[in-house]
């Protein structure tokens, strides 16, 4: 125990160990805004948050860290700063990789399959599971056990015969 403490009394150990718990602090410093105008970074980040990775795919274009999201968010801020509207910048991002890039695609015929298509195939399935069970239920034998059936599984349980 007392050589392990003398480790720590030498001064060049004090000094490394000082020098670890001040360089973190030396070296941080406050992150810097992405864009030189708030304005414009919040109207990308809000923008941004409603399109989808191209690379990622599950995750917003806000809060993505691939380099195309990186890519795609200066394209945003670069039409932001050239005064497109919301609806415009959409469009344009809509044009070069289809209806995918929306999280929220906008209802016409050609994504009827994405708003639609869970709901009908739930009624596919309970469709299919009622007829089912219907179909069980009538295959099903409704007969009961005889009076002769009864009096006879009695006497095996209680005798032990067979039949």
Known sequence: MQRCFSLFCRPSVLVALLWMCLAGSLMAREAEPSAQDPVVEARMVHISEELRCMVCQNESLASSHAELAGDLREEVRSLIRQNKTDDEIKAFLITRYGDFVLYRPTVKPMTWALWFGPF??????LTAMVMYLRQ??????????TDEELKKAERLLKDGESA
Do not use: C
């Open 136 to 145: 069980r239920q009538r295959q099903t034998p409704q007969a009961g056990w």
């Open 120 to 125: 009908v195939l739930l009624l596919l399935a």
